[in-house]
């Protein structure tokens, strides 16, 4: 027997790359709807009873009412958005974050899907603060740029089609300069700390991949911390996961485009030693583990199968 599958939001950004992803997997049936029935609530509703799995690729108040339309008890439930993500009632689906996550993600009936810009600041900081390299009370901040997909159908229609009404021929632009970035609040309960980072976030002229950095000064770190001790730390957290990389070596620089294409997750921890600094930098792809194939690791383990069928690595 296949085990039923129903996307929402199908033919969205993220729906499609997950569609992608799926594509040709002989354990899966895919339940899809007609164009004229996407957004009709009797439709999806019929839909997403019908599925054993299914994979929310809506804006957050359709997320909400999708899951409001799930009355059969086996159905499980990916939200790939922002709806859930503080919520206890979900399971955080980050499996490589916690001791404990793949197993709890293997029977889990609710998942929420990490975000993009979190899944790098937590992947870099919250093993230093597990290890007690970083209190919990550290003044953190984090720099980040996305590729334009990161903003779904509306930026990449400012971006591509100049004729769109908020068309841009911007390169680079910083946002969210307001600081309360929605992202904020995953970023601190899921790295469990005392309060939020400083959150810079920009958008660059690349269709996808993303970096995201978090700075650090190490000497106003309790104890005496070397990069050796932060590298230690996340081989130690990441060793056996095979969608998370931690590199030895300081390229002389990266771009944005590093992991692009790619379901990796790639850590790099930069250093000036005798500065007492330090930069700790994830490259991903916003639509990859940031976002589709998060989600199809999260269906993988959820379904018993290999967690890295489909997958790019
Ligand atoms: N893009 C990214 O890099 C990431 C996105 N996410 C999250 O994933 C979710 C989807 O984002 P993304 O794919 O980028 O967004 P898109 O805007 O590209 O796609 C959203 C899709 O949902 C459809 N939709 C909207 N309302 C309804 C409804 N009531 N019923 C059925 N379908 C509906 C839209 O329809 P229509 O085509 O008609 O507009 C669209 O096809 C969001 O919550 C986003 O925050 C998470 C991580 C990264
Ligand atoms: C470039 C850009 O605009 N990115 C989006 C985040 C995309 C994403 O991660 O979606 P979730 O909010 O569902 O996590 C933003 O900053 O709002």
């Known amino acids: ?5 129903f996307i929402d939001g199908a033919v969205g950004t993220t729906g499609l790359e997950i569609r992608d992803r799926l594509s040709g997997r002989a354990d899966l049936t895919l339940i899809t ?3 004229v029935q996407r957004k009709d609530a009797a439709a999806r509703a019929h839909a997403l009873n019908e599925a054993d799995i299914v994979i929310l690729c809506l804006p957050d108040d359709a997320a909400r009412e999708a899951v409001s339309l799930v009355e059969n008890p086996d159905t499980r439930i990916i939200d790939a958005s922002t709806a859930h993500r503080t919520d206890p009632a979900w399971i955080y689906g980050f499996p490589e974050l916690e001791p404990g996550r793949t197993a709890a993600l293997g029977s889990a009936k ?22 007690g390299l970083v209190p919990a009370s550290h003044p953190f901040s984090v720099n980040a740029t996305s590729g334009y997909s990161g903003g779904g159908k509306s930026m990449i229609a400012a971006f591509e089609d100049p004729a769109d009404p908020n068309a841009t021929d911007t390169a680079f632009r910083l946002y969210a300069l307001g600081l309360g970035h929605k992202h904020v609040p995953e970023m601190t309960v899921h790295a469990g700390l005392d309060h939020g980072p400083i959150f810079f976030p920009a958008v660059a002229r690349t269709y996808r991949g993303m970096l995201v950095e978090v700075p650090l000064h190490l000497h106003l770190l309790p104890g005496t911390v070397k990069a050796a001790d932060l590298r230690e730390a996340l081989h130690e957290a990441y060793r056996g996961r095979p969608l998370v990389r931690v590199h030895d070596t300081q390229p002389g620089f990266l771009t944005l485009e590093h992991a692009a294409d790619s379901d990796r997750l790639e850590l ?3 250093t000036d030693e005798k500065a007492g600094q330090a930069r700790l ?13 998060a989600a199809v690791q999260n269906l993988n383990l959820m379904a018993g199968v290999g ?5 790019r690595l």
């Open 110 to 131: 609710r998942v929420s899907n990490p975000g993009c810009y979190p899944t790098g600041f937590l992947a870099l900081v919250r093993p230093l603060v597990r290890a």
């Open 281 to 293: 930098v994830a490259a991903l792809d916003n639509l990859g583990k940031g976002a589709a194939g």
């Open 33 to 35: 709807l007609p164009e």
């Open 268 to 270: 790099f921890v930069f």
């Open 307 to 311: 967690e890295t069928e489909g997958l």
């Open 1 to 5: 027997m296949t085990t039923k599958i």
